[in-house]
């Protein structure tokens, strides 16, 4: 209705779409008490499934590759949290910038061949193999977002080469 008085009225049709993406964008924009709340509970969420899948490392011949399981899905879930923060669009530009992309890419595959061994192939020494990739390549990423801290890791064991 609205878009039909705006062109009895003879205003432009782009302006008229352009409130109705605003108006959408509006309506979908979460405050920032909501994001935090999002985050924390995607996030706990994740960290429980970490933990959960160390917990079932214990049981016996399934144990670990239920291990791989629960933990590569604790961490994708802990991973996808941040998105409440700063959004999905914006995250995957951080998650696949010039100083990102390969840590993320190092990820996602260790995310996938370690669900490939847990689930499909069923060799849990792999899956393990894939989750301590898993834990280095996400560290290494998490260490992208804090300034110079790469560099500081990477002196750190070039020191200690020597």
């Known amino acids: 209705m609205d878009k039909l008085k705006k062109v009895l009225k003879g205003e432009?049709?782009?302006e008229g779409d352009q409130s109705l993406y605003t108006q959408f964008s509006d309506a979908t924009t979460l405050s920032w008490s909501t994001r935090v709340k999002g985050f924390v509970i995607c996030f706990c969420i994740g960290m429980i499934c970490s933990f959960?899948?160390?917990f079932l490392l214990f049981l016996g011949s399934n144990g670990l590759v239920?291990?791989?399981i629960f933990y590569t899905l604790g961490n994708i879930i802990a991973m996808v949290s941040t998105c409440f923060l700063m959004g999905p669009v914006r995250q995957l530009k951080n998650m696949f910038s010039e100083k990102r992309i390969i840590a993320t890419i190092i990820v996602i595959i260790s995310f996938a061949l370690t669900l490939c061994a847990g689930l499909w192939w069923q060799i849990g020494a792999l899956a393990l193999v894939f989750c301590i990739i898993q834990f280095l390549a996400l560290t290494w990423y998490a260490l992208s977002?804090?300034?110079?801290?790469?560099d500081a890791v990477k002196k750190c064991f070039t020191s200690c080469m020597d």
């Open 66 to 68: 239920l291990f791989a």
């Open 52 to 54: 959960l899948g160390v």
């Open 12 to 14: 432009d049709e782009e």
């Open 145 to 150: 977002y804090i300034p110079f801290a790469r």
